[in-house]
């Protein structure tokens, strides 16, 4: 790497932490008032979590291309299935090698992976228990799919393409997510005894739009720092990395608000930001290889899949996702890696279709099935699902003692037992 | 079910793995990525349905 290139991936990973800072505050904003602090609390919580697990066993597992790795042959193929670097960034490359850049880039993508799943188990998840899943998450599930697709391992040596992580960040925190959903059932009142949802807006809608806002900027950083990292593209791309990042967003986010105002009569806020997020998360696996038209026909699927998926996992499957974090991240993040093979431009001319799809079904067969397992098992010694009663007062009072807005009168019926 | 659905998860990726090591390319080697991905397809669906609740244990 030159010297300019490592600038250019330092600038972009400052940046970048913007993305976590945005879904923390989408996460808080999305859930009641009553739940605000611990929202954020339980974010900073993950992120402190997902870094030391990261700096412990994480990276070891991680590695990156050209460092030891842990190979499988079968027959005359071989299968690179797991880094073999020394834990506790021992042996690490100095500062500013493209080692040490991805241990940077490698924290900062599980500490946005990380929160992920606590937009779906808001409200009822317990602080001790999503800090020992986030250990789990940041020490072996998130590094050994981003060894596969990132570190050189087998899934991209098959040709993989996710520059910016729309599988190996958004569809692992997703998948995960609904492995939480479905271990931790729905928040208490959500669904009347006959099956039907009741409505449960999130508390500040100006948090949520804020939070895309900061969300478009850390983006782009990740997305270029990921392109330069582990694509080897060159600076000149940069700016067609933002632009596409950009465009994505904005037309997801537009078909969003024009599907809400068709069916609802009124464009949802908060769907709307489900769209332009659903539409960054579908754009960063190939942003660097898609003209800047195929990034708006990606991002105007992304609108209309997160859109309907949220829906459909609502009403039809009874999953209780708060900040509809499986339709943004899983969904929009399996679209995004499948809209990469199929409208992607690569070097060369090559057809990564078939290893997108392996990259589908390995978040699908591996990543789903292993983190429902560490989460199932997890919660048979910590149990994940706060009691009854504080659920009712509050994750606020119950778990941090003190609301997050001690001076403002708080609506009566969130006390109301349901 | 739930212990179906998730064995059919791991089994279409499974498919998947052996498709890419003992295939070398071609229609065979599409068809049975295609066939684990549908396999796995199945597996998510029938895990979704196992994790509805049931009626009684609502409110």
Known sequence: MTELQTAAVLFSLMIAPLAAAGLALINAGLGRSRNAAHAMMTSLCAIAVASCAYFVLGHSFFGSAGEPARVLTVGRDTFDWLGAMPPFFVRLPAAGSPSFLAALMGIESVALAALIPLGSGAERWRLSSICISTALLAGITFPVFAHWGWGGGWLAKLGYVDTGGAGTIHALGGLTGLAVVWLLGARRGKYSSDGMPMAMPGHSVVFVLFGCMLAGAGWMGLNAAGAILFAGVELGRLALIGVNTILGAGAAALVAAVVTKVRFGRPDASLTANGWVGGLVAVSSGCAFLPPAAAVLIGLVAGGLVTFSVELLELRLEIDDPAGSISVHAVAGIWGLLAAGMLGRFPGGSDVMLAQVVGVATLLGFVLPMSWGINSLLDRFVPMRVSRDGERQGMDLFELGAGAYPDFVTHTDDFMPR | ?59
């Open chain 2, 1 to 59: 079910m739930k212990t179906a659905g998730l064995l059919l998860l791991v089994s279409g990726w499974l498919l998947v793995l052996a498709a890419i090591a003992m295939l070398n390319g071609g229609v065979a080697r599409n068809a049975f990525v295609t066939a684990g991905l549908a396999v796995e397809v199945l597996g998510l669906i029938l895990t979704g349905r196992a994790h509805l609740p049931v009626r009684s244990d609502r409110g």
